[in-house]
C-alpha cells in the first residue's frame, strides 16, 4: 500500500539575491514529499507560494495530515491546490514511473523531452546593475531573458538591458505592479526596446482593470491563473504561465495546457525558485510552450546531484525525477 514517508523543509542559497517588486530572497525553502509503496520511492519537491499566505512548515504540515486517496485523480478534489499538492503529485508521479520501470513522459502519453531554451531572469536592480546582468547572461549563452519590474523606471531598466543584451529575446514580469498605468502606452514604450510579452501587468482578482485594453505586446496572466478554473475569467489576456505549485501538481498542469491551447491561449511555463527535482516536471509541461521560464535551480548557489544540466543555453533533461529505475 502506498503511504507518505517523510515530507520535509529544506533551505537552500540563492546565488547572491533574487529581487522582484515584493521584495529580495537570499535563500528559498522547499518541501520535499517521499512516498513509498514498500518496494520503491518516489519523491516530489514544492515551493511555497509566499504571497498567497502559503508556508514550507504550513505545506509539511498539510502533508502529515493528509488521510485521503493516494492517488493522483483524487488528489484534485481530496486536496486544495498549492505546493504541498504539487509535492505529493510529483512523488506520485515518481513512484509510477519508477513501479512501470518507465518514464514520466512515456506514462503521460506525451513526447521524448527535448533541451529548452529557458529564460534566465534578470532581478529588479539599477539601471544599470540590471546591464550587467544581462551581459552576463547573454555571455552564458542564454537568447531569452526575463526581466522584473516594478512600475515606476521600467523603460530605463530595460534599455539597459537592451544596451547589456543586444541579441537577446526580452520578455518583462511588472508583478501586478503596472494596474494603475496606461498599459498599453507603457507596453508600447517597451515593444519598441524589442520587449515581447507583458506578464501579469495588474493586480490578481481585478483583471476587469484590462478590459479594453489593446496594448501592442500579449499579455500574460501569472498570478491570476493557477488552474483551469480560471480560464473563464482570463479573457483579456492572451496567455497564461503555467506553474505546478500554483497548479498543484503536474497532472492539474497538464490538463491546463491542455485546455488553455484548446481556448487559444498562448502557454508560458515557469516556476517558483526550487532544485531541479522541482524543475524537472515543468519541463514536461513546457514541451513545445511559447515562453519556458524555468531557471529557478539556475539561480540558487548549488543544485541536487543530477540536476538538469545547462549547456550552450538550453536544459538538458536530467535523471533526478521520473526516469522510471
Same mark, same amino acid.
Given at each position: 500500500?502506498?503511504?507518505?514517508?517523510?515530507a520535509t523543509?529544506?533551505?537552500?542559497?540563492?546565488?547572491?539575491?533574487f529581487?522582484?517588486?515584493?521584495?529580495?530572497?537570499? $535563500?528559498?525553502?522547499?518541501i +520535499?514529499c517521499?512516498?513509498s509503496?514498500?518496494? $520503491?520511492?518516489?519523491?516530489?519537491?514544492g515551493?511555497?507560494i509566499y504571497?498567497?499566505?502559503?508556508?514550507?512548515?504550513?505545506?509539511?504540515?498539510?502533508?502529515?495530515?493528509?488521510?485521503?486517496?493516494?492517488?493522483r485523480?483524487?488528489?484534485?478534489?481530496?486536496?486544495?491546490?498549492?505546493?504541498?499538492?504539487n #509535492?505529493?503529485?510529483c512523488?506520485?508521479? /515518481?513512484?509510477?514511473? !519508477?513501479?512501470?520501470?518507465?518514464?514520466?513522459?512515456?506514462?503521460a502519453?506525451?513526447?521524448?523531452?527535448?533541451?529548452?531554451?529557458s529564460?534566465?531572469?534578470?532581478?529588479?536592480?539599477? *539601471?544599470?546593475?540590471?546591464?550587467? /546582468?544581462?551581459?552576463? %547572461? #547573454?555571455?552564458?549563452?542564454?537568447?531569452?531573458? !526575463?526581466c522584473k519590474?516594478?512600475?515606476?523606471?521600467?523603460?530605463?531598466?530595460?534599455?539597459?538591458?537592451?544596451?547589456?543584451? *543586444?541579441?537577446?529575446?526580452?520578455?518583462?514580469?511588472?508583478n501586478?505592479?503596472?494596474?494603475?498605468?496606461?498599459?498599453?502606452?507603457?507596453a508600447?514604450a517597451l515593444?519598441? @526596446?524589442?520587449?515581447?510579452? +507583458?506578464?501579469?501587468?495588474?493586480?490578481?482578482?481585478?483583471?476587469?482593470?484590462?478590459?479594453?485594453?489593446? #496594448?501592442?505586446? *500579449?499579455?500574460?496572466?501569472?498570478?491570476?491563473? $493557477?488552474?483551469?478554473?480560471?480560464?473563464?475569467? @482570463?479573457?483579456?489576456?492572451?496567455?497564461?504561465?503555467? !506553474?505546478?505549485? !500554483?497548479a498543484?501538481?503536474?497532472?492539474?498542469?497538464?490538463?491546463?495546457?491542455? /485546455?488553455?491551447? %484548446?481556448?487559444g491561449?498562448?502557454?508560458?511555463?515557469?516556476c517558483?525558485l526550487?532544485?531541479?527535482?522541482?524543475?524537472?516536471?515543468?519541463?514536461?509541461?513546457?514541451?513545445?510552450?511559447?515562453?519556458?521560464?524555468?531557471?529557478?535551480?539556475l539561480l540558487?548557489?548549488?543544485d541536487?546531484?543530477?540536476?538538469?544540466? @545547462?549547456?550552450?543555453?538550453?536544459?538538458q *533533461?536530467?535523471?533526478?525525477?521520473?526516469?522510471?529505475?
Amino acid at each position: 500500500m502506498t503511504r507518505i514517508i517523510s515530507a520535509t523543509v529544506e533551505r537552500w542559497p540563492v546565488a547572491g539575491a533574487f529581487v522582484i517588486s515584493r521584495g529580495a530572497k537570499t $535563500h528559498v525553502d522547499v518541501i +520535499v514529499c517521499t512516498v513509498s509503496d514498500g518496494m $520503491h520511492e518516489g519523491r516530489g519537491e514544492g515551493t511555497a507560494i509566499y504571497y498567497e499566505g502559503e508556508s514550507a512548515e504550513g505545506c509539511v504540515a498539510a502533508l502529515q495530515a493528509y488521510a485521503g486517496p493516494l492517488e493522483r485523480a483524487a488528489l484534485l478534489t481530496h486536496m486544495p491546490r498549492g505546493a504541498a499538492r504539487n #509535492a505529493l503529485d510529483c512523488a506520485l508521479w /515518481d513512484l509510477e514511473a !519508477k513501479q512501470a520501470g518507465a518514464p514520466v513522459w512515456q506514462l503521460a502519453g506525451l513526447d521524448a523531452p527535448a533541451p529548452l531554451p529557458s529564460a534566465f531572469t534578470i532581478s529588479l536592480g539599477e *539601471p544599470a546593475r540590471m546591464e550587467a /546582468d544581462a551581459r552576463a %547572461a #547573454a555571455a552564458r549563452g542564454f537568447a531569452l531573458l !526575463k526581466c522584473k519590474l516594478t512600475g515606476e523606471g521600467d523603460r530605463a531598466r530595460i534599455a539597459a538591458v537592451r544596451a547589456g543584451a *543586444p541579441s537577446a529575446r526580452l520578455i518583462v514580469d511588472a508583478n501586478e505592479s503596472w494596474h494603475a498605468m496606461d498599459i498599453a502606452a507603457e507596453a508600447a514604450a517597451l515593444a519598441m @526596446l524589442g520587449v515581447e510579452m +507583458v506578464e501579469q501587468p495588474v493586480i490578481h482578482g481585478q483583471e476587469a482593470r484590462l478590459a479594453g485594453v489593446r #496594448a501592442p505586446l *500579449p499579455l500574460c496572466a501569472d498570478e491570476s491563473c $493557477h488552474t483551469r478554473a480560471d480560464l473563464d475569467r @482570463l479573457g483579456d489576456f492572451d496567455a497564461v504561465n503555467i !506553474k505546478l505549485d !500554483k497548479a498543484g501538481g503536474l497532472t492539474e498542469a497538464l490538463a491546463l495546457a491542455k /485546455d488553455a491551447r %484548446a481556448r487559444g491561449f498562448r502557454i508560458m511555463v515557469g516556476c517558483m525558485l526550487g532544485t531541479s527535482l522541482g524543475i524537472a516536471p515543468a519541463a514536461l509541461v513546457a514541451q513545445g510552450a511559447d515562453w519556458i521560464d524555468l531557471d529557478g535551480a539556475l539561480l540558487l548557489a548549488e543544485d541536487r546531484q543530477g540536476g538538469l544540466a @545547462l549547456r550552450e543555453g538550453l536544459l538538458q *533533461p536530467g535523471s533526478l525525477w521520473g526516469v522510471g529505475r
